[in-house]
């Protein structure tokens, strides 16, 4: 399974960005998709992820800020960032897993102050 994400760019603090991955061929059922970011000297680190029943899991960070969603029929997966801040520039990951866990080629969010 390839992944191939898409929507990151440029936005002052307090904007919105919604990133795409779409994936080439079939995702077992019981994959989580999602996101994970990776900032500048840091360790790449869950954004959140989904399942395809719709159960969600965020990172503390961004809970109250961003939504995941999952379309199972067109293997995609979304994530729809708001009142943006700048600790949340970072490349932008998409995955699926534990079954032929695939990860994507990464987009750049940065965000201004």
């Known amino acids: 399974v390839q992944l191939q994400a898409s929507g990151g760019g440029l936005v002052q603090a307090g904007g919105s960005l919604r990133l795409s991955c779409v994936a080439s061929g079939s995702i077992f059922s019981f994959n989580v998709m999602g996101w994970y970011r990776q900032a500048p000297g840091k360790q790449r680190e869950l954004v959140a992820i989904i399942t395809s029943s719709g159960i969600t899991n965020y990172a503390d960070s961004v809970r109250d800020r961003f939504a995941i969603f999952r379309d199972n029929a067109k293997n995609t997966v979304s994530l729809q960032m708001n009142s943006l801040k700048p600790e949340d520039t970072a490349v932008y990951y998409c995955?699926?897993?534990?079954?032929?866990?695939?990860w994507g080629q990464g987009t750049q969010v940065t965000v201004s102050r």
């Open positions: 995955y699926t897993g534990p079954v032929q866990t695939s």
